[in-house]
């Protein structure tokens, strides 16, 4: 019965990792569109169901036939718990906005403009930019563009930027183009991770990401999912940044 036990539990965890590890292999292999779809619990568990593992099997191992099935109930608890804390800090992050507190600085990559001509974040530097990856597939993306605008034409003689950069592989520039004339988007320029430099260099979970840096280039702060950017909290973060009050309508 005790050996019963050890391999029901032991297959249970091995089936979860295993499954893990696939994912995780799977979108390393895909850039672009699908490889930034996964939810940030994915990395929690990932995170957490491998040492998990590995400690349940040791402790199987150890523990007394009969008090196996509560040992593991109760580690499993304790796991899930975790995992709970940090998604919770995960969300609370993404309604504020992630300050970041060293000075950093996203990766140098390129990407190209309407025209298909090379360009990057130092074309702006001396400016304060709003970089926003997002894409057409992606539904909360699409949802937070009319306020991105917005908030573009408002800081527009404060030496503001909004740089919406399309992560889409299948649309052309002008494909892109036309979409957003479609959704009645009109001020943004089209900007797109034609070679997967982006893709391939910066760090982010999902889209949209977006990341506000200051006029030396440096991450002030990450946001996680999508923002009503003209107005409220996320507006007067992005105003103090830029050095204005609040601007009216």
Known sequence: MGVGVREAVLLDMRGRIDKAGLDAAGRDER????????????????????????????????????????????????????AAQVQ??????????????????????????????????????????LVNLWATWCPPCVAELASLETLGRKMKDHGFKVVAI??????SAEEVKAFLEEKGIMYLDVYMDSRRDIAKKWSYEGLPVSFLLDRNGMIVSRFEGPRVWDEGKTLAQVAQ?????????
């Not at 850039?31 to 940030?40: E, I, L, M």
């Not at 994915?42 to 008090?67: A, C, D, N, R, W």
């Not at 940044?241 to 309508?249: A, E, H, K, L, N």
Request: glycine residues 8%; hydrophobic residues 45%.
């Open 166 to 171: 399309s992560m889409d592989r299948k649309k």
């Open 241 to 249: 940044v830029v050095g204005v009050s609040v601007p009216t309508p």
């Open 88 to 129: 919770a800090r995960l969300t609370g992050d993404r309604e504020n906005g992630t300050a970041v507190k060293a000075a950093t600085i996203l990766p140098e990559a390129i990407f190209t403009n309407i025209k298909g001509e090379d360009t990057s974040l130092a074309a702006w530097r001396g400016e304060v930019v």
């Open 31 to 82: 850039d672009g569109d699908d490889a930034k779809k996964q939810d940030c619990c994915f990395y929690v568990h990932l995170g957490l169901y491998k040492p998990f593992h590995l400690s349940m099997e040791g402790i199987i191992m150890l523990t007394k036939p009969q008090m196996r099935s509560a040992v593991f109930a109760l580690f499993f608890l304790v796991v899930m718990l975790a």
